[in-house]
């Protein structure tokens, strides 16, 4: 188990979302560069000069490059700085180096977050080569040379536990959404089967009549092309759509209508009001079903975490070509609600894959909105 626990390590990848070098990054390297340039006015108890701006050049550098090249930043740096103290310890030179070495940490921490597995594992080892030369070359007590290990092991650690805290994180996102594709599919193949059940009963019946009531027949057919065309549209639909294989009942899924019955009575708090305004006629069913889910999760977030709300509004238009979805709610500002959560990455995805936007955050003058806008077709992207 140890030995397929380390290969795991060994084999991990670099994350896939490192970010590109930014405004940020040249920050930190001129306050760096700031801090040793102060400290080289400054203080008198330093290395001799040429060492000094080799340590720092071999600092600062790498810097910029920290998450694109984790690695090699780490081996230029910590590799500059073993030749610098080996240099100071042949030569005994008196002196030490800037304070702003410390920078370091920040390219150990980087090697851990950013770099892979096999990238971690060479790196570690350059750094704790480093650290006995210089502690020879930088003569401290026991306590402080442990002190300098755990710096740069915390700040490895540091960087792994940030690392695979978002990888949970990217990992429930994806599990949040492909929950949201399973149950959408499972409302659109619903949607169908009742289609093409209406359909095999129509055709049916118009067989029983086709030849002593000819015209009974010819509306039987039309019927049939109807509901052909709302099927063809569903199965559209559900196309790129993920489904696990679950019972399902062939019944009709809860719609623009069914809004309606969120609303409440007053006596509970928060209380819902619901408005329906616009034309809701041949509308997608996966639409009215995506409007449903999205006002009864948002009404439930709303009863959840806003806090002190009293009133949870829901409106529904409908025009000639979207359905607009917003759900407001007079909570406070500090109830804590966090836009990533799952429960609104589940929705967000919804309304994505039915061709939709979605947006959530707080309102402008109190609580929280929903607002979701999804075309009447529900043609997915």
């Not at 030995?3 to 060994?10: D, Q, R």
């Not at 920078?103 to 480093?130: D, H």
């Amino acid at each position: 188990m140890a030995t397929s626990a380390l290969h795991a390590l060994w084999v991990e990848p670099r994350p896939t979302n490192a970010p590109d070098r930014g405004p940020r990054d040249w920050a930190l390297v001129a306050a760096m560069a700031g801090w040793s340039l102060v400290e080289a006015v400054l203080r008198q108890d330093l290395a001799p000069r040429p060492l000094l701006l080799l340590d720092t050049l071999a600092l600062l550098g790498p810097l910029l490059w920290r998450r694109t090249h984790p690695l090699v930043a780490v081996v230029v740096s910590f590799g500059t700085l073993t030749i610098v103290d080996s240099v100071r310890i042949l030569t005994e030179s008196h002196g030490g180096l800037l304070n702003s070495v410390s920078a370091a940490l920040i390219l150990a921490y980087a090697l851990f977050r950013w770099g892979s597995g096999r990238e971690a594992a060479i790196g570690l080892g350059v750094i704790l080569l480093w650290q006995p030369i210089t502690t020879v070359a930088d003569p401290t007590s026991l306590l402080g040379t442990v002190g300098a290990y755990a710096f740069f092991l915390s700040a490895a650690a540091l960087g792994a536990a940030i690392r695979y805290r978002a990888k949970f994180r990217i990992r429930d996102i994806d599990q949040a959404k492909a929950r949201e594709r399973e149950q959408l599919a499972r409302e659109l193949h619903d949607t169908v089967a009742h289609h093409v059940s209406g359909i095999a009963i129509q055709a049916q019946a118009g067989r029983a009549i086709a030849a002593s009531q000819p015209e009974r027949a010819v509306e039987a057919l039309a019927v049939i092309e109807d509901a052909a065309t709302r099927t063809l549209t569903e199965l559209r639909a559900i196309v790129g759509v993920l489904r696990a294989s679950q019972d399902t009942e062939f019944a009709p899924q809860p719609g623009v209508a069914e809004v309606e019955q969120l609303a409440t009575d007053g006596q509970a708090r928060p209380c819902v009001e619901v408005t329906l305004s616009g034309e809701f006629d041949d509308l997608s069913p996966a639409v009215g079903a995506a409007i449903y889910r999205l006002a009864q999760e948002s009404i439930t977030n709303a009863r959840r975490h806003a806090r002190h709300a009293t009133q949870v509004t829901v409106a529904v238009t409908g025009d000639a070509d979207r359905v607009r979805l917003t759900v407001d709610d007079d909570g406070s500002a500090a109830g804590g609600r966090a836009p990533a959560g799952y429960g609104l990455v589940g929705m967000r995805e919804r309304a994505s894959l039915l061709g939709g936007t979605f947006h959530a955050g707080p309102a402008a003058e109190r609580g929280w909105r929903v607002e979701a806008v999804l075309p009447r077709t529900g043609t997915p992207r």
